[in-house]
């Protein structure tokens, strides 16, 4: 996607936010922004927007998107969108993950880590303070992002990839294995049932958040992804001597 707003401030926020993820490719998706008010929202009024719904209208190809303290409008026939709201990114992150919904198949979003050792893809997902974070920091070469990650069905298998969150960079690689974290004193991991992988996982899903349809795919998508991966509980101390047991190699 490409960016443009007269105001160099909000730009250079998309620098920060975006730059890992640029590429000299023709943009898919071309988005102008309007910035609405003179200083950025406060950090606390920024999560609440973030909890807000994101409520969509339909005309014809284009989109009319409201999200409280945004608008935005999305002409899926030109590849355009324009967005009106604060000095931040915010607006555009709950866009993207509305995008990655409305136009891809068999998708799902999880607030997660993303790992990779040797081609081998790991999502770590957990509650804020859980550790994903930690893990990209001990594992800065091989994390992909530490906010959000998609993860999406393919053939008999699925594939994680990184979006442009936090300082994450591009990449797609096959998904091996979904942890849950939690703090230790010791690195162990234990498999988890469906059942509990269901009731733990659920809660780290970026839902979508309009159209009943797109909502509906999202879940059997959530379902199939259970059948097709294996999820763990993984404590870990801060240390790299994690890597051996979310591996699946000789554990503490």
Same mark, same amino acid.
């Given at each position: ?62 989109? $009319? @998107? ?9 002409? #899926?026939? &030109?590849?355009?969108? *324009?967005?009106?709201?604060? +000095? ?69 298998? $699925? @594939? ?9 960079? #591009?990449? &797609?690689?096959?998904? *091996?294995?979904?942890?849950? +974290? ?71």
């Amino acid at each position: 996607m490409a960016f443009s707003c007269r105001d160099e401030r909000f730009m250079d926020l998309v620098h920060q936010r975006y730059g890992g993820f640029s590429t000299q490719q023709p943009p898919a998706l071309r988005i102008s922004y309007l910035v609405e008010g003179e200083h950025p929202p406060h950090p606390r009024a920024i999560h609440a927007a973030r909890m807000e719904p994101l409520a969509a209208s339909r005309c014809g190809a284009n989109y $009319a @998107l409201d999200g409280g303290s945004f608008r935005g409008e999305w002409d #899926r026939a &030109t590849g355009t969108m *324009e967005i009106r709201g604060p +000095l931040a990114t915010y607006p555009v992150d709950r866009l993207i993950e509305a995008l990655v919904y409305a136009v891809r198949d068999r998708v799902l979003i999880l607030h997660a880590a993303a790992l990779v050792f040797s081609g081998r893809g790991f999502v770590c997902s957990g509650p804020s303070g859980s550790g994903k974070s930690t893990l990209a920091r001990l594992f800065p070469d091989n994390a992909l992002c530490d906010e959000h990650v998609v993860v999406r069905l393919d053939g008999q298998g $699925a @594939l994680l990839s990184s979006l442009p969150f936090w300082k994450g960079r #591009r990449g &797609t690689t096959p998904l *091996e294995a979904i942890y849950l +974290l939690q703090h230790a004193t010791k690195n162990s991991r234990r498999r988890l049932p469906i059942s509990d992988a269901v009731s733990r996982l659920r809660p780290q899903v970026v839902w979508p958040s309009f159209g009943k349809d797109i909502f509906r795919e999202a879940f059997e998508t959530f379902c199939a992804v259970l059948e097709r991966v294996p999820v763990w509980e993984l404590g870990f101390r801060p240390d790299e001597a994690v890597r051996s047991v979310l591996t699946g190699g000789v554990g503490e």
